[in-house]
């Protein structure tokens, strides 16, 4: 299964702009980048998602290498309530729903006020 | 819509008790998986379940069972508890077919301590 790779942590000021990094260097043709956050003692919760192009939401935009092997999650201006652990994941359509997913430690960011 | 829905919130136990908890979705999911969070330690994938009756096992599954007799329920038991075994658990679905384009929906965590 492809992995991926966090920092341990990053901080960032309140009302500024972060870049969230996460590599996948073995990323197969079939994996979507999934991201999700931790918010302290709660359960993780979905951010955003996807292939090839980049996304935006309401709570985040995801920019993907052409090549595939890295993913960024940006927070276009992180506030207090951003402080989380953020995990990026790979979910492989071609197992059709029914493969392990492995979280890592995420990134822990820190929202300075 | 109540979700994901995990019972107990908390729960102490004795070294060697046996106890169920207990894991609810509502959404339809074919996809159901408990993972334990340690600190510094990140999210782990103890078992999951593509679908009724099929369950396989994740990075840590010793100490625990599981079982799917429905599409609603998948509860995790420890029939032995080790003081090791302390940890907030998560309960997590998600679509089946398709899941790559659908979100893990997570409950909100069972604090067990085992003493």
């Known amino acids: 299964d492809a992995k991926t790779t966090q920092p341990n942590s990053m901080e960032s000021n309140e009302e500024e702009p972060v870049h969230l990094p996460c590599n996948h260097s073995t990323i197969s043709g079939t994996d979507y980048i999934h991201w999700y956050r931790q918010l302290p003692s709660q359960g993780p919760e979905y951010v955003i998602h996807g292939l090839t192009s980049n996304v935006n939401n309401r709570m985040a935009s995801l920019a993907i290498a052409e090549d595939r092997k890295s993913s960024t999650l940006i927070l276009h201006r992180a506030t207090l309530r951003d402080a989380a652990v953020y995990y990026c994941i790979l979910r492989d359509v071609s197992k059709g729903g029914s493969e392990k997913l492995v979280f890592g430690k995420g990134t822990k960011l820190t929202v300075n006020p | 819509n109540a979700g994901v829905t995990q019972t107990p919130k908390f729960q102490v136990l004795k070294t060697g008790q046996s106890m169920t908890l207990q894991c609810a979705q509502d959404m339809n999911h074919e996809y159901m998986s408990w993972y334990r969070q340690d600190p510094g330690m990140g999210l782990r994938l103890i078992h999951y379940?593509?679908?009724?009756?099929?369950?396989d096992q994740g990075e840590v599954p010793n100490g625990y069972n599981v079982s799917r007799s429905t599409t609603e329920d998948f509860p995790l038991r420890l029939l032995s508890a080790a003081p090791s075994q302390t940890s907030v658990y998560f309960c997590?679905?998600?679509?089946?077919?398709?899941?790559?384009?659908?979100?893990?929906?997570f409950g909100n965590g069972t604090r067990l301590t085992v003493t």
């Open positions: 379940s593509v679908g009724a009756g099929i369950t």
């Open positions: 997590a679905s998600s679509t089946g077919t398709g899941g790559y384009n659908s979100p893990l929906h």
